[in-house]
């Protein structure tokens, strides 16, 4: 069996006191370059890795995580992300972790921003964040780098640095939908893209959008693509009277609001292709009535869970992940969604 390396044995060969090769270990109090360098000599000689856990659990480290995630009371899509999130903070419940969960309203960037720097005076080890907001999102993440605090996002991705990220390509998902969509319907078709509840600086719809329109600017120039931004509560007058005007026969919606434009449709009457996000309890019953065509499922709950799972483990274990991480994009219909629930 192979010998378990202790730090007497890198004392012993490295020629330092075993105070020393404890300081080198865990980066503390002075230490000669001479003696530094033979220790870190000696342990790659030996192949010696630190216990992580040991180490925590020796320096009594309490880890302070801020989470900012959007309310799941104002909108259902972030309740399954919550979920997520309380389940890791169950399963590292033993360790020496204090967590702080933060909401936000998802139509208020402002709000966002103002949340984002009250979190930070608290001065955490990580911050775990929803980027939803492009400006804010920046504007924070300049200055959590400054701070040099550990910085995970999910959900909407950012163009600059972020730090660990874990989510879908939303180009790529607003691309599927626009395939998908040329499927169900002829060239001469006009195409209506939703936003509902989103302020114009939500980063995930504007990507959504952009794959959208990119895939038929490729394949069918021609195609006659509006776009709408519209609060839930002007919904149904909205699109009655777009409907009525412009006769659409196919509705993307960018959120996970699908079910609204379901509605009004139903009570419209009105046959037309029908494509979402985000398997909801009300977007599953209109999926299943075959009123919604497809939905694209976003793994929210695995995209926070993973997400503070990273970050857990870099504090803990010093581990390294891949600063992106993204999830497969997967197609929902009524013919598959039950194995999803």
């Not at 909407?156 to 969509?181: I, T, W, Y």
Request: charged letters at 25%.
């Amino acid at each position: 069996m192979k010998k378990k390396i202790t730090i007497k044995d890198i004392a012993r060969l490295a020629d330092v006191s075993i105070g020393t090769v404890d300081r080198v270990i865990h980066n503390r109090g002075k230490v000669s370059q001479k003696a530094h360098d033979r220790v870190h000599q000696v342990m790659e000689e030996l192949q010696y890795k630190p216990n992580p856990l040991a180490r925590i659990l020796k320096n009594n480290t309490v880890f302070r995580i801020q989470i900012l995630i959007p309310d799941p009371s104002l909108d259902p899509y972030w309740t399954s992300c919550s979920e997520g999130i309380d389940e890791i903070i169950q399963e590292f419940e033993a360790f020496d972790i204090d967590f702080n969960v933060h909401y936000f309203d998802p139509s208020l960037p402002e709000q966002f921003l103002n949340k984002g720097f009250e979190v930070m005076a608290n001065s955490p080890d990580a911050l775990l964040f929803v980027p939803l907001f492009e400006t804010e999102s920046t504007t924070l993440l300049k200055e959590l780098k400054d701070r040099d605090i550990v910085t995970g996002t999910f959900n909407s991705p950012l163009n600059n640095e972020m730090g660990q990220h874990v989510g879908q390509d939303l180009f790529v998902s607003g691309r599927v939908a626009a395939k998908l969509m040329s499927i169900l319907l002829p060239e001469s078709a006009s195409i209506l893209i939703v936003h509902i509840d989103e302020s114009h600086n939500a980063i995930h719809i504007k990507q959504k959008e952009e794959g959208f329109r990119s895939f038929f600017r490729e394949k069918r120039p021609y195609q006659k693509l509006t776009a709408l931004s519209l609060r839930s509560n002007e919904v149904h007058s909205r699109l009655t009277s777009f409907i009525k005007e412009s006769e659409p026969s196919g509705f993307f919606v960018t959120t996970s609001k699908t079910y609204q434009v379901a509605e009004v449709l139903d009570q419209e009457e009105w046959n037309s292709a029908l494509i979402g996000y985000d398997l909801i309890e009300r977007n599953i019953d209109y999926l299943k009535k075959d009123q919604i065509n497809f939905l694209i499922h976003q793994a929210p709950k695995q995209q926070a869970s993973l997400s503070l799972r990273y970050i857990i483990e870099r504090l803990l274990f010093d581990k390294k992940f891949p600063n992106s991480q993204l999830l497969p994009i997967d197609i929902i219909n009524s013919e598959n969604v039950n194995s999803y629930l």
